[in-house]
């Protein structure tokens, strides 16, 4: 069975960076698409950024020429760099994988942008 492990969470100061890592339990060369999706308190799970096998990747509007997503397939492990967050950044941030198994979700990562 594949895992997925979320870390890097913190409490960051707006205008500061942050760098998530999703190490992977399995090679991730075989995965499909995986992708980042946070839930704030109240709030649906909503997507972040999404990067394909072949490394093309989109993102959500709210995180658009801030967020950079990127997967290192020899070290099995996705990232999410996070540049000037905000306030309303401030989630459980879980990443996500398509394997062979189906859909896996990592267990989450708490983020806090807060001065």
């Known amino acids: 069975q594949i895992q997925l492990v979320e870390s890097g969470g913190g409490s960051v100061q707006p205008g500061g960076s942050l760098r998530l890592s999703c190490a992977a339990s399995?090679?991730?060369?075989?995965?499909?698409?995986m992708g980042w999706y946070r839930q704030a308190p109240g709030k649906q799970r909503d997507l972040v950024a999404l990067?394909?096998?072949?490394?093309?990747?989109n993102y959500a509007d709210s995180a658009k020429g801030r967020f950079t997503v990127s997967r290192d397939n020899a070290k099995n492990t996705m990232y999410l760099q996070m540049n000037s967050p905000k306030p309303e950044d401030t989630a459980v941030y879980y990443c996500?994988?398509?394997?062979?198994?189906?859909?896996?979700w990592g267990q989450g990562t708490q983020v806090t942008v807060s001065s």
């Open positions: 399995g090679s991730i060369a075989s995965f499909g698409d």
């Open positions: 990067i394909r096998n072949g490394g093309s990747t």
């Open positions: 996500n994988a398509l394997t062979r198994y189906g859909s896996r």
